[in-house]
């Protein structure tokens, strides 16, 4: 007997009985192999460097649809969570991953899921070391939700946050915005929109690696939800500087800004899934900026701000000369793109 | 302004946002505060015992309904993963807790739940380090999903585990089966049946620490989804023993038993969420009986069964001394209890 042998998921596949059983080895558990991975275990040791600091996050995903250019919910819950730990410093070490499956999803399709979670995983150097699955009667999910929880080491001697960034420093950007957005947006096909935009959903392991080493770095997050605006809205608010953006150094595809004139969507508010901004100290932005294009992944990395004395603001320069606000978000312009 | 100034959960609630930060601050980050638990950060550090192993585990929670006599999902998401870590000999340190959200919950109420997470969370003694939330549109999820991840710390000289069971090993319970999944069974009030039936859903953390210095402890396992009968069929399949246990020494509250009677359940497959189901050497059987009694939680505890040579199976001696083998949980029995 195989999983296989149904189409779809029934609420047996989540009662803690055979189906369950044969759900998590045949499609979980075949994915995730690894020496570490024992579904029998009621919790899975870790290997941790004694040395290090150890840092864990988690992260839920709820995006619709499941799948879309350029990855899908699987490969974007690892990503999500490895990213989460890259920004903060970490090499990301262990996954966690939960499912709650909506009762009638093909498990073809949530073997595909598995599969490309397993692939993000092994690309970012992550084992996935512990799951779950519950089965929620039809009708009261969107088909899949994942939450991944991470674990990361941390070389002692790094110091960075937003508490050590200062007046002068530059803001980095290691990528075009907005590409996850747009793509998932145009992915649900509500909109009589087409375009070849592909998510940027990606780990951001080498970008953030290869800024960690220079004396000057300051912080790094990814813009997932509320984008990069929201990004240099938090690090006004907690730092109570100004932060200005150059309009005209933000790198947008023509194809992103196009879809967002269109549907009056401001990028700088879309959600990446594959980007880093980073504060560096004046000095080394030049470093910081060919240590990133000289990676595949950085090679449209821009400066694209500065951050002065003054309001806690986010102030744009726009490319005709003027000033705008980028205030912090209010209403979701794009739910259910993470 | 105050989120609680919104009666009711909106999709901007988790948008990254201004609505998304004043809820993450004014519910979850007032009752997770500690010093670790910082909703500006990306990833949390962990303070971890070098001497130690340290193991990691998941679990999601979709209980319907989202309350209980005796608990209610935020408890139980604490309960599932502390428990299984305190199994596998771990005693439980941090949590991460994953939440989705449904358009529409009541703030109020996901401020209870946040509340009773948190009470359990100190009676624990675990820290939740980090958190996250997503909002899905109404109609898409069951009010309240939730996922916890736990990392905890083993001392190095334990050793337990399936491999280490042998025939002639004592079976013991450590309460009566089954309060958990009537509890909620009833709660749902779709049938016309009442009863003052509590969820035994706890921390089994002194449980376990009382085994575990015993030379003979085998293995431990709290019996949820699935219950008894599946802890025994899976004990069984992996060490290709007999698990014989025997009807009349196994504890079932008479209202449990009246209930599934009613109803055509089998009580040893209805969840525990506050049991344990440890295998013993027979030498030690009433030592480890005896720590267990002296323990609140475990007053109630027995000798439930034995392991013997023979086929894999789990061999019920009933009362009227006759036998009946309790196969793998095919069907569902009782969806969504926990």
Redesign the interface.
């Known amino acids: 007997m195989s999983v296989f042998d149904d189409a779809h998921v029934?609420?047996?596949h989540?009662?803690?009985?055979?189906?369950?059983?044969a759900l998590i080895e045949e499609i979980f558990a075949r994915h995730f192999e690894s020496p570490e991975f024992d579904p029998?275990?009621?919790?899975?040791?870790?290997q941790?460097d004694?040395g290090a600091?150890?840092?864990?996050?988690?992260?839920?995903?709820?995006v619709q649809p499941l799948e879309f250019p350029g990855g899908d919910i699987g490969s974007l819950a690892v990503h999500g969570t490895v990213n989460?730990?890259a920004?903060?410093g970490?090499r990301p070490r262990?996954l966690?991953?939960?499912?709650?499956i909506e009762e009638g999803l093909e498990l073809k399709f949530l073997d595909r899921i598995a599969a490309s979670a397993a692939a993000a995983a092994k690309e970012a150097g992550v084992t996935i070391?512990?799951?779950?699955?519950?089965?929620?009667?039809r009708?009261?999910?969107?088909g899949l939700?994942l939450?991944t929880?991470?674990?990361?080491e941390?070389p002692r001697n790094i110091r960075h946050g937003?508490r050590f960034i200062k007046p002068g420093d530059a803001v980095l950007l290691s990528g075009p915005v907005g590409d996850h957005g747009v793509a998932v947006m145009l992915a649900r096909e509500e909109f009589d929109l087409k375009g070849d935009i592909r998510s940027d959903s990606a780990n951001v392991i080498a970008l953030t690696q290869a800024l960690l080493p220079l004396d000057g770095l300051r912080f790094m997050?990814?813009p997932?939800?509320?984008?990069l605006a929201?990004v240099a809205c938090?690090i006004a608010a907690?730092t109570g500087r100004q932060i200005r953006l150059y309009e005209s150094a933000i790198p947008v595809r023509p194809a992103v800004a196009s879809v967002c004139d269109i549907l009056g969507y401001d990028p700088y508010y879309l959600?990446c899934e594959g980007r880093v901004v980073a504060i560096v100290a004046r000095e080394i932005c030049d470093e910081a900026l060919a240590r990133w294009r000289a990676l595949g992944e950085g090679a449209a990395a821009a400066i694209i701000g500065e951050v002065r004395e003054g309001a806690a603001h986010v102030i744009l320069e726009t490319e005709i000369g003027g000033e705008r606000i980028l205030e912090?978000?209010?209403?979701?312009?794009?739910?259910?793109i993470?």
């Open positions: 029934t609420l047996a989540g009662n803690g009985g055979r189906l369950m059983n029998q275990l009621d919790a899975a040791p870790l941790l004694p600091e150890i840092l864990m996050t988690t992260d839920g995903f709820i989460d730990l920004v903060s970490a262990y966690t991953l939960g499912a709650i070391i512990a799951g779950d699955t519950k089965v929620t009667p009708g009261s999910g969107g939700y939450t929880a991470g674990i990361g941390k937003m997050r990814d997932t939800r509320g984008g929201t938090e907690a959600a912090e978000l209010e209403d979701d312009p794009l739910p259910r993470c």
